[in-house]
C-alpha cells in the first residue's frame, strides 16, 4: 500500500473535500507547495490559487481556494480556507462574466477570485 496522509479542506461554511491522499499541491504566501506523506510539519498562509489533491485511488480533485491555513503534521494535511470551491462546482461562464464585470469596475478583488475559480476549471 502506497503511503497517504489525511486531508481536510475546510471553509468557513462547509466541508469541501475529507480523504486520503498522496499529494497536495497548494499556493502559500512563501511559494507553491507540495505536500506529501513524511513531510515536515508545517503551519503556513494559503494564497488564492487551486489546490490539487491527488488521491489515494489516482484521481484528481482542484478546488479554488481563496485565503486561509495550511497545516501539517503527523500525516494530517488541514487547509482551512475563508472561500473554497470544488472545480465541479464552478460555472466556467458565469466565472468568466465575473471576469469580465470585474475588469470593467476595476474591482481587483474580485477579479482575482474569478481568475482562481477560471484557473481551477482549467486544471480539472
Known sequence: MAA???VELVAADRSVWSGEAT???????SGDI??????QPL???????PVTIRTSEGGTVVVAVHGGF???ADDKLSLLAEIAELADEIDAQRAERALERAK???DAAAE????????AVAVR
Not at 499529494?23 to 504566501?29: E, F, K, N, Q, S
Not at 507540495?34 to 513531510?39: K, L
Request: proline share 3%; aromatic share 2%.
Open 43 to 49: 503551519l503556513g498562509v494559503l494564497e488564492s490559487g
Open 70 to 72: 495550511i497545516s501539517f
Open 4 to 6: 497517504e496522509l489525511h
Open 104 to 106: 470593467a469596475e476595476e
Open 112 to 119: 482575482r477570485r474569478a481568475e482562481v475559480r477560471l484557473r
Open 23 to 29: 499529494l497536495v499541491i497548494a499556493r502559500t504566501t
Open 34 to 39: 507540495g505536500v506529501m506523506p513524511g513531510h
